[in-house]
């Protein structure tokens, strides 16, 4: 069955830094985009970043943009979020999600969607 798995939340103070996974199994990342979302409570899902199924080209939220970087290892069917110098405006449920396609930008539509990891920044 396929399915992605996130991991790697967790309460972390202002300034700190968490770096989360989102694992494939039952296929392989290689031809996939991956994006990562975040919705806080009472708040609209929003997209953070994304990676093109090569890792040539990413995307970020003016949001995070200089303090997240995303990455993947095919070879491992993960996919990385290195979340850096966190806010408490960052605390949401983070998900990741898979779309097949070759095309060097971030896809609307996302085939597969993982359950989310919490991230909560509090001192």
């Known amino acids: 069955q396929a399915q992605l798995v996130e991991s790697g939340g967790g309460l972390v103070q202002p300034g700190g830094s968490l770096r989360l996974s989102c694992a494939a199994s039952?296929?392989?990342?290689?031809?996939?985009?991956i994006g990562w979302f975040r919705q806080a409570p009472g708040k609209e899902r929003e997209g953070v970043s994304c990676?093109?199924?090569?890792?040539?080209?990413?995307y970020y939220a003016d949001s995070v943009k200089g303090r997240f970087t995303i990455s993947r290892d095919n070879a491992k069917s993960t996919v990385y979020l290195q979340m850096n110098s966190l806010i408490p405006e960052d605390t949401a449920v983070y998900y990741c999600?898979?779309?097949?396609?070759?095309?060097?930008?971030?896809?609307?539509?996302?085939?597969?969607w993982g359950q989310g990891t919490q991230v909560t920044v509090s001192s």
């Open positions: 999600a898979a779309q097949p396609t070759l095309r060097g930008t971030c896809p609307r539509d996302y085939a597969y």
């Open positions: 990676v093109s199924y090569s890792g040539g080209s990413t």
């Open positions: 039952g296929f392989s990342l290689d031809y996939y985009a």
